[in-house]
């Protein structure tokens, strides 16, 4: 059974940093694509950047190329999101999120195919 664990939010001032962790169990093969997602109140969930949990490639959405950056340990099995420069509109709770094995696209892989969720740690930014 694949869980999904993050850590690391917080309240931050603009121009900041956090790191997030997500730690991952359950996988079989690690040819799993992982995911961060965050969701604003009022507003839709929206993809941040995934990473292909065996051989690290990523992908970043434009909200957040160059501010953020995804990456994992393999060995701790954790996928963490370091996040700089932070603006007050990052604030939301982010999720981390994993497609099932063998997933054919990754990274960028739809968000249809997560499948395994976290509990969601929350970012707030203030100006």
């Known amino acids: 059974q694949v869980q999904l664990v993050e850590s690391g939010g917080g309240s931050v001032q603009a121009g900041g940093s956090l790191r997030l962790s997500c730690v991952v169990s359950g996988f079989t093969q690690n040819s799993n694509c992982v995911g961060w997602f965050r969701q604003a109140p009022g507003k839709e969930r929206e993809g941040v950047a995934d990473i292909y949990f065996s051989g690290g490639a990523t992908y970043y959405h434009d909200a957040v190329k160059g501010r953020f950056t995804i990456s994992r340990d393999y060995a701790k099995k954790t996928v963490y999101l370091q996040m700089n420069g932070l603006k007050p509109e990052d604030t939301a709770m982010y999720y981390c999120?994993?497609?099932?094995?063998?997933?054919?696209?990754?990274?960028?892989?739809?968000?249809?195919?997560?499948?395994?969720w976290g509990q969601g740690t929350q970012v707030t930014v203030s100006s």
């Open positions: 999120a994993s497609t099932a094995d063998w997933i054919r696209i990754c990274p960028d892989s739809p968000v249809s195919e997560y499948i395994h």
